[in-house]
């Protein structure tokens, strides 16, 4: 049976301390970090996980702004939110919640962050200097990644890891942490031929292909380490016979219980550290100006 990495446990531990740094923080600095989150539009699955960030934000002690814009904004009019926010000394971190509408070009907005603000990572700037090994601001759900497989207690070095999915939010990024970790890293997808057998080598299975139960028992190696970044809403049928919805990972969770090592729950797992780890860039960007 495997153990389950609590995820929200590992979160909450980290926002308290970070929590216990904040008086410190303001009294040698003179002010409390600061982060400025926007969301355009009403997609629902957007505003619960900024709402996360906001709250979670609330108890670490930082000053945090939710900037709410209507889905008809013009990309120029954001362009210029995000300008005036770069140019205001009281916000450090600056995130702009993805998928943003159709007629906004995502890759001029994200381009348009200070790169010293940008507490997502996703600036091209950020970006370089990760894979250049150099100082950087890493991206928040491939840095909660890590920290979940390090409370295991296993070394990184010299396992092999697969990552199942390529995006630049998660696949591409954990590739390269778990890289500068000494694995021998295979980045699969959903065209990979050989996909069962390529998760069976894995010692560590990140999944993040956005497909509900797409990782079967039989593609995990017994004792793996088994990370499921996957949030998919599903429909179900209630305990009272009424018809609902519930979140589910990319793991067949139940199944894989019995042949991983350590398996991360969904919900309360990647979840809650990436917002957690959201928190301790907004930090580290504070510290940096000073
Ligand atoms: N949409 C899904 N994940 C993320 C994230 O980590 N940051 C932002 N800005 N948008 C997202």
Excluded at 23 to 32: F, I, N, P, S, T
Excluded at 38 to 53: H, M, T
Excluded at 59 to 87: C, F, H, Q, T
Excluded at 252 to 272: E, K, M, R, S, Y
């Amino acid at each position: 049976m495997a153990s389950i990495i609590d995820g929200k446990a590992l979160s909450l531990s980290l926002k308290d301390g970070m929590k216990a740094q904040m008086e410190g923080l303001e009294a040698e600095y003179g002010r409390r970090p600061g982060l400025a989150v926007i969301i355009v539009g009403e997609n629902p699955a957007s505003k619960s996980y900024v709402a996360g960030k906001i709250k979670a934000a609330a108890y670490v002690g930082m000053d945090s702004r939710l900037i709410e814009l209507p889905e008809d904004i013009s990309e120029d009019a954001l362009l210029a939110k995000i300008g005036k926010l770069n140019s205001d000394s009281s916000v450090d971190g600056i995130l702009v919640q993805l998928p943003l509408p159709e007629h906004i070009d995502e890759d001029k907005v994200i381009d348009a962050i200070a790169l010293e603000k940008d507490v997502d990572g996703f600036h091209p700037g950020n970006v370089a200097n990760l894979w250049l090994g150099r100082p950087c601001t890493v991206p928040c759900t491939p840095k909660g990644i890590i920290r979940m497989i390090e409370s295991t207690g296993i070394d990184i070095s010299g396992k092999n890891a697969v990552v199942i999915g390529r995006s630049n939010i998660v696949g591409k990024p954990v590739a390269k942490l778990l890289l500068d970790r000494n694995a021998t890293v295979t980045i699969a997808h959903s065209r990979t031929g050989n996909l069962k057998e390529v998760c069976r080598q894995a010692d560590i299975l990140v999944v993040a292909i956005g497909r509900p139960g797409f990782v079967t028992a039989d593609m995990i190696k017994p004792g793996a380490v088994v990370i499921d970044v996957g949030i998919n809403r599903i429909k179900c049928v209630k305990e009272d016979g009424s018809e609902g919805t519930r979140l589910v990972g990319d793991v067949d969770f139940n199944a894989a219980l019995d042949v991983a090592g350590h398996i991360t729950p969904v919900p309360g797992g990647v979840g809650p550290m990436t917002i957690t780890m959201l928190m301790e860039n907004t930090i580290e960007c504070f510290k940096r100006k000073f």
